[in-house]
């Protein structure tokens, strides 16, 4: 069991616990697919979940590797990029529009994943191993999907319409890469 202890493992604790936030990214977007938002979102939150306790068990063993780093930019790409959007598109978009504004709200999602997925990249470029700064420039994907979480609850409540959404979700895809600075919990 020394392997859950090893830095150089690939299944140390650390990243056993990144993959736990993969599987419950899955999960959620299964459930999303088949409609069932209420548990989609239970399975996202667990994934966000896992990803606070990832960092704080690689930090607390000194687990942190290059391979960690990207196993958790992968894992926060599904929870935090992937799941949220698609969770928006097919709880707003998909039953709010159709035709043109539907492809309109499309290519919207498709640009805050780019963002997102551009986000990482360049935080990965950017990461060595075991280190945290004291600010993010931009903000940060978890705090990205926590917006989007919070701008679908505004809709739910009949707080946003729609097209707020798309709009918020167009300025929440910008800042990710913006000069922004986001403390560092």
Excluded at 19 to 38: P, V
């Amino acid at each position: 069991m020394k392997f859950l202890y090893s830095s150089s493992s690939h299944f140390n604790l650390a990243n056993l616990i990144t993959f736990s936030n993969i599987a419950a990214g899955l999960i959620a977007t299964y459930l999303i697919s088949q409609n069932i938002f209420l548990w989609a979102a239970v399975f996202a939150w667990m994934g966000g979940a896992f990803d606070i306790i990832d960092g704080k068990i690689a930090r607390k063993y000194n687990l942190s590797s290059e391979f960690g780093i990207q196993l958790d930019s992968f894992a926060d790409f599904l929870s935090f990029v992937l799941v949220p959007v698609f969770f928006i598109f097919q709880a707003i978009y998909s039953t709010s529009f159709s035709g043109f504004w539907l492809f309109i709200s499309g290519i919207i999602s498709i640009y805050y994943v780019i963002s997102g997925l551009r986000r990482l990249i360049q935080f990965n470029i950017n990461a060595y191993a075991g280190e945290v700064e004291k600010f993010f420039i931009g903000v940060p994907t978890p705090l990205g999907a926590i917006l989007l979480w919070l701008f679908y609850l505004g809709n739910f409540a009949g707080i946003l319409s729609p097209t707020s959404v798309v709009i918020l979700m167009i300025i929440t895809a910008w800042s990710l890469n913006s000069r922004i600075k986001v403390p560092h919990p």
